[in-house]
């Protein structure tokens, strides 16, 4: 299960370094800063929720209190009606950075969480299960380094589904990837998504992304954070932005609220 109530969240911290806000000014140090003021949202069992925001106002903050990885000044966070205190090992985190421990071959990284599991053949047979679904069945013994960007996100992505989470949360995963490969991890997180039905929340800072994946997308505004965004989207997939008019004026839409006009 995976509902989520988030209410009256407020992120606040105290600047540690001095930064220049004009010449001769400066923060002092000690300064408590907003990062987050009173976010209240409500996210489906099962929904795909894609988080966009312009940089730095805190939406990976966001992701990581509603994972239990940190913790909210004010207000709380429940998934299922329970309060969030810490990391559950049945919501899992998929970070910016490649996380895969590189002297482990594809097979192994995917077996990191399954080690619970007695019966070797029951075992293997979930390892394999989640390595076909990301399309890497040629590549089980493959070290990180010898896999493409894009294969390396996917064994990620494996090595989280094949624990079976509640919640899967992914912090902007398609970073560091070229155009192509981006557009088809992007296929695969939705084709895994509609698969498994469980709920996803991902950063992005893609619109198109948010558009062509979500079934709810958030906007949040430059900090202090509030939301200034929070729709359903009831369309059909696969998506196109371009062909769709409603999501082409949903998109211009949430580029203004960023600040930007959209250029074709």
């Not at 469980?198 to 939301?227: C, G, N, W, Y």
Request: proline share 3%; charged share 25%.
């Amino acid at each position: 299960m995976g509902y989520i109530d988030i209410q009256n969240l407020t992120k606040k911290y105290k600047n540690r370094r001095r930064k220049q806000r004009s010449p001769g000014e400066n923060f002092n140090l000690g300064e408590v800063v907003t990062v987050l003021d009173d976010i209240n949202l409500e996210f489906e069992e099962g929904e795909m929720v894609c988080i966009l925001g312009p940089s730095g106002c805190g939406k990976s903050t966001l992701l990581r209190i509603i994972a239990g990885f940190d913790d909210a000044t004010q207000g709380e966070v429940n998934i299922n009606g329970v309060k969030v205190n810490g990391a559950s090992s049945e919501h899992i985190f998929v970070f910016q950075q490649n996380g895969l421990l590189p002297w482990m071959t594809v097979w192994d990284n995917v077996e990191l969480g399954l080690r619970h599991i007695q019966d070797i053949q029951m075992k293997n047979e979930r390892i394999q299960e989640y390595i076909d679904l990301v399309e890497l069945n040629e590549f089980e013994h493959h070290l990180p380094n010898q896999l493409s960007g894009g294969m390396q996100r996917r064994a990620e992505l494996a090595r989280a589904l094949a624990v079976r989470p509640d919640i899967l949360y992914l912090d902007e995963p398609f970073t560091g990837l070229d155009y192509l490969t981006h557009l088809k991890v992007r296929e695969e997180v939705v084709n895994i998504h509609e698969y498994i039905g469980k709920t996803m929340i991902m950063v992005t800072h893609f619109i198109e992304d948010a558009l062509v994946m979500a079934d709810r997308i958030i906007v949040l505004s430059e900090r202090p954070t509030q939301v200034k965004m929070a729709r359903k989207l009831d369309y059909p997939r696969p998506r196109n932005v371009n062909k769709d008019a409603d999501l082409a004026e949903l998109r211009d839409e949430i580029f203004l609220m960023l600040g930007v006009s959209y250029v074709a």
